[in-house]
């Protein structure tokens, strides 16, 4: 069974604290993305990396970095959280090419910055 | 990447056809119509994806007009458990990582 999986599913942490957000995918998949999810605003791309040591800015980096060392596994930083970084965080990962890439998500993450 | 527009939300009786609509009037020759959805605490789920024919797997049926402006998503015989928000997104097939918008999607609410 195929599966993307994700370091925590709740996380509380203190405003600027350093925070890392793991995603581990199985499928030797080359592409893999973090969204976060607010209410109100749908999924918003964060960043993406389409192969190891490789990324791209999606809609919503401000506040955010991201580290691709081994294909499998694709972290997210928040260099110093803050209340509005609080939200639902989702990884997902697709191949790049092939007759079905769709993106197969995580569990997802319920970061708290208080 | 082209963006979507979608109903916020529709209702359903169980076990009759759900039709959910999508918007996606600026999609390019080479870009796919996917469907994803969401059920509550887990992360978006494929349902199926389409260029320009209509197509058909164990989970819905994808209907594409003709112009490739728009498209619905057909759940042939609605239960309970399809009570979800359902993306629809345009995306290049053959992308380095797919910039898909994914938007607020369709909340779809299935009455017993």
């Known amino acids: 069974d195929v599966k993307v999986t994700q370091s925590s599913r709740y996380l509380v942490k203190r405003t600027g604290e350093k925070v890392f957000l793991e995603c581990v995918q199985d499928?030797?998949?080359?592409?893999m993305f973090w969204y976060r999810q607010d209410p109100g605003l749908g999924l918003r791309l964060i960043y993406f990396?389409?192969?190891?040591?490789?990324?791209e800015k999606g809609d919503i980096p401000e506040g955010y970095s991201v580290s691709r060392e081994k294909k499998e596994r694709f972290s997210l930083i928040l260099e110093s959280a803050s209340t509005n970084q609080t939200s639902m965080y989702l990884c997902?990962?697709?191949?790049?090419?092939?007759?079905?890439?769709?993106?197969?998500f995580g569990p997802g993450t319920r970061l708290t910055v208080l | 990447d082209a963006k979507t527009t979608q109903p916020p939300s529709m209702d359903c009786a169980e076990g009759r056809a759900a039709n959910l609509p999508c918007n996606h009037s600026?999609?390019?020759?080479?870009?796919?119509v996917y469907w994803y959805r969401q059920i509550h605490s887990q992360g978006p789920q494929y349902i199926i994806h389409?260029?320009?024919n209509n197509e058909t797997n164990e989970m819905a049926s994808l209907i594409i007009t003709e112009d490739r402006k728009s498209s619905t998503l057909i759940l042939p015989h609605a239960t309970l458990r399809d009570t979800a928000v359902y993306y629809c997104?345009?995306?290049?097939?053959?992308?380095?990582?797919?910039?898909?918008?994914f938007g607020d999607g369709t909340t779809l609410t299935v009455k017993p």
């Open positions: 389409g260029l320009k």
């Open positions: 997902a990962s697709s191949r790049r090419q092939g007759k079905r890439n769709e993106q197969f």
């Open positions: 600026t999609i390019s020759g080479n870009e796919y």
């Open positions: 997104i345009v995306a290049g097939r053959n992308t380095n990582a797919g910039k898909s918008t």
């Open positions: 499928m030797d998949h080359e592409n």
């Open positions: 990396s389409y192969d190891v040591k490789m990324k």
